[in-house]
């Protein structure tokens, strides 16, 4: 009687996890690098191919005012990932530096932070992150991984812990804090010089100096380059790795392979995983430059290399939800698509630009006022949920991920802390009508640089911008002598009166409004005002990730394939590496 009993609750609990499991729909999440919204062809583009993008947007919902919350990658995956704005997390900057520069630094995404990947594994989901991370790994130790993927609701990972840069392809120019690298480069040739005029002046004997003084300003100048150069002149070893949960699996890693080995793991959890529920988060390496494009796609576009790096991505992203559609999965997975933020302008090799487009938007990544820095692609499908070849126009967030996510899997956001994304279900499902968002604030790191404000009842569309970038050179689109347009000091333009537009008729912010044009003006002014002073009221002092500490390199920090510094390996092997 008692085994009866047993195999009853048995198969009770077995039914209801089994029920719990099919009312959960799985969740695909895909997100590119630097994609312009001009470069998809459902958003207007129609020189670059994007079959696989345009038709899921044909089968699903667009949203034609998707915005990140930040215009780099670093903050903006942060509030992507947790639903709020990266000021609340100590994701924002206060100095030039607004993303991670180092795996070997301490910054990056606390481990109080809760993120949707936490919520939906704490639900039953088997939770994986394939692709770029950039949220940091360590904090006291090479291997304490408290930033790491693993430490933030994430089962598995496979991929870049940081994020591509020049310096990752041989060959390419250095990319990485050029300015401080001539800097320091030109100290070491003076304290070089200095010391071989010293040598020279005691051997032919015109100066009077001691052998001991000589030795010892060149064996401070020896280690002034040790102490430098040990970090920037090995930022291939350093930065550009590949590893899988918490193991480094290529020191550095071979850009030409990352295609091919991201879309295998991305296949392959969702292969072993069909039975779900599932949350995949392919964060692509595409498009963010040195473009690394397999011989497959170069030379395919109109576009140069950043097309068939475009095209390349589109592809993977088909092959994606082919492996969702093989596996019988497309009916019950929430499909999500977007970028990080918009693309970036200054980008260019010689006179070959390298970035993209961001259609009628002014500006690109690294404005955090400006629309082209900020409006992205927001694309979901869930057949027979939501309706298929829809277009939305309320304004959205990539924050709103968050919260739509954790609601599908039934899941409980945090209490003790605010939250600033919102579900976008009933949205999306065309049961209201209207987007939550009354304002949102737009971030150049700490700075808050413009205003959004929907006024719901008239349909007008307003953004404010206090803070402008000052564009290089003048009358230029973007900031190009200084390759990245910054968020404070002489590089940018304070506004008072705010230059204020409407977006609902001019979307470009072609023609600031004024007193005399709009008589709206100082009303408008003045409840944007009073937002600001309603949304700082709700913001509380948190440790600064990515200050000057933070960011720099630590050598007791940096994850080693080896024993420092002797750090390389290649687990990956070399067998099938063709794009599948």
Known sequence: YMHENWLAILLVSCLRTYASSASKPNILLMMADDLGLGDVGCYGNDTLRTPNIDQLAKEGVKLTQHISAAPLCTPSRAAFLTGRYPIRSGMGSSTKHHVLFWIGGSGGLPPNETTFARILQQQGYTTALIGKWHQGVNCESHSDHCHHPLNHGFDYFYGMPFTLVNECQVGEDPFLNLQVQAKYWLYSQIIALTVLTLLIGKLTGLFLVKWKAIICFALCGFLFFISWFSSYGFVRYWNCILMRNHDISEQPMKPERAASNILKEAISFIERNKNGPFLLFVSFLHVHTPLVTTEKFLGKSRHGLYGDNVEEMDWMVGRILDAIDKAGLKNNTFTYFTSDHGGHLEAHKQNAPLGGWNGIYKGGKAMGGWEGGIRVPGIFRWPGVLPADTVIDEPTSLMDIYPTVAHLAAGIMPQDRVIDGRNLMPLLQGKVQHSEHEFMFHYCGLYLHAVRWHQKDSG???????????????????????????????????????????????????????????????????RIERAVQ?????????????SEYNNMWKPWLQPCCGTFPFCWCDKEGDSDQKII
């Open 460 to 526: 007008a569309l307003w953004k404010a911008h206090y803070t402008t970038p000052i564009f290089q050179p003048e009358g230029a689109g973007g900031c190009y002598i200084s390759g990245f347009c910054n968020c404070f000091g002489e590089d940018v333009t304070h506004h008072d009166p705010p230059l204020l537009f409407d977006l609902s008729s001019d979307p470009a912010e072609i023609k600031p409004l004024s007193p005399a044009t709009e008589p709206l003006f100082d009303t408008v002014i003045s």
């Open 534 to 546: 309603e949304h700082h009221r709700t913001l509380t002092p948190v440790p600064q990730q990515l």
